[in-house]
């Protein structure tokens, strides 16, 4: 009779993140706008709503992932704040939320080019 056992341990998952599934991955704002125009639609739901399926009753203002990696990995916290400021529940699309995104960082990115092109420190990379 031949061996039936497993080479490798049979492992279950339940679910993949949607950041894991896509693999991208931002290390500068130029790369987090760049990424931004193209991700699917599902990417930009997650990081501007996710944080409402968790803790919708913690926080009075929904919050998105983009506002927080800017201003706590980048620093800059000018841009962090305009990006936080987008009332993400009000539109009714979410191309119409990723056009909003994209018009706030393209209207930095022309004030100030040069932070554009900061990295983040190590262990600070967004992923998409």
Request: charged residues 25%; proline residues 5%.
């Amino acid at each position: 009779m031949p061996d039936l056992a497993a080479k490798d341990p049979f492992v279950f998952y339940s679910r993949l993140h949607l950041c894991e599934l896509t693999g991208i991955r931002a290390s500068t704002l130029a790369e987090l706008l760049a990424y931004i125009r193209v991700v699917p639609g599902s990417s930009i739901y997650h990081h501007t709503h996710h944080f409402l399926q968790r803790h919708q009753s913690l926080s009075p203002e929904p919050l998105n992932d983009f506002a927080y990696w800017v201003s706590e990995s980048l620093g800059e916290d000018g841009i962090g704040e305009k990006l936080a400021a987008i009332d993400t529940v009000k539109f009714q699309s979410i191309r119409d939320l990723r056009d909003k995104i994209v018009h706030v960082l393209e209207d930095e990115q022309k004030r100030r080019p040069s932070v554009f092109e900061k990295m983040v420190p190590e262990g600070g990379i967004f992923i998409l």
